[in-house]
């Protein structure tokens, strides 16, 4: 997860994320197994941009860069 992260904020690109690099981590979920994580990660790629800012505004009404607490 960290490694993903230094990627993104660097904008590095890495072959999940080509394309898009995103300024700050604002977001993150946890998980043990990659499998759930695969799972989460297109649950919420298929979800509307509203559902995404919900998502967000749940964990981090601020929009502050968690980069630093992973």
């Not at 994320?17 to 298929?46: A, L, T, W």
């Amino acid at each position: 997860m960290a490694k993903v992260s230094v990627c993104h904020c660097r904008g590095v690109s890495a072959c999940h994320c080509e394309g898009s690099f995103p300024k700050q981590s604002v977001y993150y979920e946890i998980f043990r197994d990659v499998r759930n994580v695969i799972s989460r990660e297109k649950q919420i790629k298929g979800g509307s941009r509203a559902k995404k800012i919900e998502l967000i505004n749940g964990m981090n009404a601020g929009w502050k860069d968690l980069y630093d607490g992973l």
